[in-house]
């Protein structure tokens, strides 16, 4: 089951990375882009990479590592989701 649940982030990722780059696309074609949203673009994404670069450099798989990593994941799967949502909250009141 927790496989299952770390397989499901790559799609987090991506439909926040779909959602994101067609929110900014929008923006630019209006005039400016929103900092926050360029800052969400480039700040989730870097801190997937930081995450994954870190449970691929750890060396022990304990069950305490595991679970930190798996809390770390959630805790940016999370902080993503709230990012797209974000995103189309964001470009319902552009339009």
């Known amino acids: 089951m927790l496989s299952v649940w770390w397989v499901s982030w790559f799609g987090i990722i991506g439909g926040f990375l ?7 696309k929008i923006e630019f074609s209006g005039g400016a882009v929103s900092r926050l949203s360029l800052a969400l673009l480039v ?8 995450f994954f670069i870190t449970d691929s ?20 799967a999370a902080f993503t989701l709230i990012g797209i949502w974000f995103f189309v909250a964001n470009a319902a009141r552009g339009r």
């Open 43 to 50: 700040g989730v994404p870097l801190s997937w990479i930081c």
């Open 57 to 76: 450099r750890s060396n022990e798989r304990t069950p305490k590592v595991v679970k930190l990593l798996t809390v770390a994941g959630t805790s940016l």
């Open 18 to 24: 779909y959602v994101g780059i067609s929110e900014v």
